[in-house]
């Protein structure tokens, strides 16, 4: 009768012809701690100053939809109110997902990467927040690499409420908008018994100089400015 392979003892027979038990332990641990060496490196290259650098990617090796333009890019950031700078810039936690997907891309690559960008709201570049940011690595001529996104999604009236800071012209709107609100929800008739449209204009005009005052009193106290302005702008109180 023939005897049951054991595959455990063959596996270890295989191994120990490559390898001895006392050397496979050094070898594990020297591979454990070069990749710990390069995970490292890769944090450090996050909040390092790398600008001007160019990635060498393999084209054929590349996802088209991790690809994106930077007229995308500016396009979202200037409807959401966002920030896309450089990673250094970043003050939250890179999760150490994205620090594999990093070293996956290097390694499919064959390359180190760097001047690292980051997609986020402006709060999330100076505080920890819970918005999503999104990574990314430039590739040349305006275009960039979509490495990782993590976090929660934006909420969903924030392209809307956002809409006023997009330009001069939109705020101007907005403020137009907001004064008609405010005149025909006034109760005119506590100020006149019967009111005509004179009084009406009156109240209107009121109501868009109160109501721009304000907003003009805001934007240079807060040293705000437009989402066309600011979305790679690393100044703070922009």
């Known amino acids: 009768m023939l005897s049951k392979t054991n595959i455990e003892t063959k596996l270890e027979r295989v191994r120990d012809k490559r390898i001895s038990e006392t050397d496979i332990l050094k070898e594990v641990e020297t591979i454990f701690s070069e990749t710990k060496a390069k995970r490292d490196a890769i944090k450090k290259t996050l909040v390092e100053d790398a600008s001007g650098k ?17 007229t995308d890019i500016q396009k979202i950031c ?46 999330l570049l100076k505080l920890e927040n819970a918005d999503d940011p999104l990574l990314f690595a430039p590739m040349g001529n305006d275009y960039f690499y979509l490495i990782h996104k993590w976090g929660n999604d934006l909420h969903p009236l924030r392209k809307l409420l956002m809409w006023p800071y997009k330009t001069l012209e939109n705020l101007v709107v907005t403020v137009f908008l907001l004064s008609i609100l405010l005149t025909a929800i006034t109760p005119m008739h506590l100020f006149s018994a019967a009111p005509t449209m004179q009084e009406y204009v009156l109240l209107f005009l009121f109501m868009f100089k109160s109501v721009g005052g304000l907003v003009i009193y805001y934007g240079f106290a807060k040293g705000k400015n437009f989402n066309t302005a600011i979305w790679k702008s690393n100044y703070y109180n922009a």
């Open 78 to 123: 200037v409807d959401y109110r966002l920030r896309f700078l450089d990673s250094r810039f970043f003050k939250g936690t890179i999760p150490e997902e994205a620090v594999s997907k990093i070293r996956q891309l290097e390694n499919d690559h064959n390359t180190a990467l760097g001047n690292f960008k980051i997609m986020a709201p402006s709060k």
């Open 54 to 70: 160019t990635n060498s990617f393999d084209f054929d090796k590349l996802k088209s939809n991790r690809v994106y333009h930077i």
